[in-house]
Nanobody
Framework: QVQFVESGGGLVQPGGSLRLSCTAS????????MGWYRQAPGNQRELVAD???????NYVDSVKGRFTISRDDALNTVYLQMNSLKPEDTAVYYC?????????WGQGTQVTVSS
């Protein structure tokens, strides 16, 4: 199974930016839909953005125009560029790989948006 190493989380002021990275093991990275999910305390985990093996992207409405998901299959890496961050973006962000009934998850990285 694929395993992930996530990085890029941290503390940022409202209006600031962060870039999350998720690097995967394995030689079949390119076949998976890759996604970023987030979970805030007391809330359910929600899909933030995903990108298909063909490069098609989808975003939850609350981040459209602010976040950009991308992938570099040669580096086995998926990114989430987060701009114009808001306090409500504060959550643990999880990398995900999906194909058919298969799902794999990263360990999560904390993003905190606060003054």
């Amino acid at each position: 199974q694929v395993q992930f190493v996530e990085s890029g989380g941290g503390l940022v002021q409202p209006g600031g930016s962060l870039r999350l990275s998720c690097t995967a093991s394995g030689r079949t990275f390119s076949i998976y839909t890759m996604g970023w999910y987030r979970q805030a305390p007391g809330n359910q985990r929600e899909l933030v953005a995903d990108i298909s093996s063909g490069g098609t992207t989808n975003y939850v409405d609350s981040v459209k125009g602010r976040f950009t998901i991308s992938r570099d299959d040669a580096l086995n890496t998926v990114y989430l560029q987060m701009n114009s961050l808001k306090p409500e973006d504060t959550a643990v962000y999880y990398c995900n790989a999906h194909k058919r009934l298969y799902n794999a998850w990263g360990q999560g990285t904390q993003v905190t948006v606060s003054s």
